[in-house]
């Protein structure tokens, strides 16, 4: 089952949405469909290992707080220090990787169900992804989940910055030897976790990163802002992934694998639609929240002033709007970089001419007549504020689909 507010989203995008904008379902390509089945039968395959293996993992329990949280927002470290005081300890081995586990909660944490079912997706997860990650990303990989209740939302005042406390759940290292990731909200934690791990196990390009990629987008944008165009690519798979394992735990296994993956992709298919009108309501919520427009944001000739922001807003919510939008172009184009693979094409004398080419992505499709069009009609439905509730309003969550 899906979350109270999951079901909160879906209900504004079908009743305050999508009767009053034009924007159809995507006929996806070959290729794509191909890439999702692939992962779907990795998941699958993944699932079989865990079967065979979970009676292996360590259980033990960790009073007090297992890790520095110094760097966590401040709101959030005050919660954990006043309300979870004992975590679980789980270790496992993923591929010859070492991985330890803490999970804090303030909630009754003693029912197994609970905590078999985190670290049953969690194992699923990471049997995938190393299989893609090469080299010496993440060997051993410590995982601090503190489930806290502090959800993402904007800032309760106008002329504040849009920071790390409204719009981060966790952080992680780009292809640490000896990794570490920390997640500090409840609040769409899987789906974060997905995306900590393209950074943690190197399966995208944040180790390369530099000015020029930065400059290249900000040009487009009229911003000054660290965009950190590589949060966009973790981001879409993330959500895609987190779909998928969703897909995969409500479908029932069919002989016919042919039938048992055309079920599971048109279910996904069908949930990226909602996520694709979702981006956009987002990306619409941070523009008006800076007082500005999109056609503004692309055209002006002068640095924006009111785009004040101290994380990567850009990238999560505006630029991620352009590629959901174009969801099937933006598939065939990173198939075209990187093979079937959900490993970003790295090799030594590609990976500048790589990223260059993401970069050409978002210069392809960021003027595109029809994306533009459907943003502004969302954008004008998302500044009645008669029309969703509070929380709806409020919120900056990334994707629409968690489970409970």
């Given amino acids: ?18 009767p009053y904008i034009k924007m159809d379902n995507i006929k996806y390509s070959d290729h794509t469909i191909k890439m999702f089945s692939l992962l779907f039968n990795h998941i699958a395959n993944s699932r079989e290992h865990w079967n065979l293996n979970k009676n292996k993992l360590k259980y033990s329990k960790y009073t007090g707080i297992p890790c520095d949280i110094s760097y966590y927002p401040t709101k959030i470290k005050k919660y954990i ?3 979870i005081h004992t975590y679980y300890k789980i270790i496992f ?6 991985i330890i586990v803490y999970i804090g909660s303030d909630k009754n944490t003693d029912n197994n169900a609970f905590l078999q079912k985190m670290i049953k997706n969690i194992y699923i997860w990471l049997f995938v992804a190393y299989y893609f990650s090469k080299g010496e990303c993440s060997q051993t990989l410590e995982i601090y989940l503190s489930l806290t209740n502090e959800i993402k939302k904007l800032p309760s005042l106008k002329n504040e910055y849009i920071d790390r406390q409204h719009v981060n759940t966790a952080f992680t290292y780009a292809c640490k030897k000896d990794n570490e990731i920390h997640i500090f909200r409840e609040e769409e934690w899987f789906k974060v976790f997905i995306h900590e791990t393209f950074h943690s196990l190197g399966l995208d390009f944040s180790m390369f990163e530099n000015t020029d990629t930065n400059n290249q987008i900000m040009k487009l944008f009229n911003v000054k802002n660290d965009v950190r165009i ?5 981001e879409i798979w993330a959500e895609i992934i987190n779909n998928m394992f969703i897909v995969f735990s409500n479908t029932r296994w069919n002989e016919n694998q042919e039938k048992w993956l055309n079920t599971l992709n048109t279910k996904l298919v069908k949930m990226m639609h909602y996520e694709r009108i979702f ?5 619409c919520k941070v523009l008006n929240y800076f007082n500005i427009n999109y056609t ?15 994380t990567h807003t850009l990238s999560y919510y505006i630029v991620k709007s ?4 174009h969801l099937d172009d933006y598939m065939q184009e990173c198939i075209k970089l990187n093979g079937y693979s959900l490993d970003f094409n790295k090799k030594k004398n590609k990976y500048i001419q790589n990223m260059n080419t993401y970069c050409n992505i978002v210069k392809k499709m960021y003027k595109n007549e029809n994306f533009i069009e459907s943003l502004n009609s969302v954008c004008k439905i998302s500044k009645n504020k008669k029309m969703f509730s509070k929380n709806i309003i409020e919120t900056l969550r990334m994707s629409v689909y968690e489970v409970k």
């Fill in 93 to 98: 081995n993923v591929r010859e990787h070492d």
């Fill in 296 to 310: 503004e944001l692309i055209n002006s000739t002068n640095t924006i002033s009111s785009y004040k922001d101290k």
């Fill in 230 to 234: 590589a949060e966009t690519y973790c």
């Fill in 279 to 283: 981006s956009l309501f987002q990306c």
């Fill in 1 to 18: 089952m899906i979350t109270d507010t999951s079901n909160e989203i879906i209900q504004s995008i079908d009743n305050g949405i999508k």
């Fill in 322 to 325: 352009i590629f959901m939008f």
């Fill in 81 to 83: 220090h006043h309300n």
